[in-house]
């Protein structure tokens, strides 16, 4: 994870091109990208890689992610490859204006929202909305967010460990609030895991 500060020196594309280096180095056949999520405009960098594949979740076989598959992918919600070739399912045409909604239900074409001409804002003006809210996959849901986990998340200030419960406005803050302090821990527990939350301490 990297603070939004330094995204203009796209530091995913730094360490992926480092590690594709160290695996070719190393003589490994395959570098896996790691967790890929379409829709996720800050996981797109990963089609840059080529080539590259996709496993689908059917038949288990890997796939390669070209056009037409992201085609498919722009489409559906769900796509397996070897499902759509036994039913005869074609990928849209590359022209075809394919139309996604967005968090506030409202439909924007799926071509402006990757090069950022979306005459519709609500994309920019996410940002201060916290991820509970957001509709991500793989977020701990906040039922599973106890006090007794949020209190206890370790904290470096000035040098020392402190858990958050020790924070004097630790109490009257909210998880739904992604500029204070326990909304900021809320979404890196939900994030991260609980068993990472667990052991990890954390640094302002």
Not at 15 to 40: D, N, P
Not at 55 to 61: A, F, Q, R
Request: with cysteine; net charge negative; aromatic share 8%.
């Amino acid at each position: 994870m990297y603070h939004e500060s330094i995204h203009m020196w796209n530091p995913g594309k730094l360490s992926a091109m480092r590690e594709a280096a160290l695996a070719a180095e190393e003589g490994y056949r395959w570098y896996m990208m790691g967790y890929y999520i379409h829709s996720c405009k800050k996981m797109k960098y990963k089609v840059d890689y080529h080539p590259q594949y996709i496993l689908d979740p059917e038949s288990h076989t890997w796939d390669l992610l070209d056009d037409d598959v992201k085609r498919r992918l722009d489409a559906r919600k769900y796509v397996s490859l070897s499902r759509e070739k036994r039913e005869n399912i074609e990928p849209p045409a590359a022209n075809d204006r394919v139309s996604v909604k967005d968090q506030a239900g409202d439909t924007m074409d799926t071509r402006q929202i990757e090069d950022g001409n979306s005459d519709n804002e609500s994309l920019s003006s996410m940002d201060d909305v916290s991820l509970f809210f957001r509709n991500m996959p793989g977020l701990l849901p906040q039922s599973e967010l106890t006090h007794d986990l949020l209190d206890h998340i370790k904290l470096r200030v000035r040098g020392q460990v402190v858990e958050t419960s020790d924070l004097v406005t630790w109490e009257t803050g909210s998880i739904e609030d992604p500029e204070s302090i326990k909304g900021i821990v809320a979404e890196l527990v939900a994030v991260v895991g609980i068993d990472c939350a667990k052991d990890m301490v954390v640094a302002f």
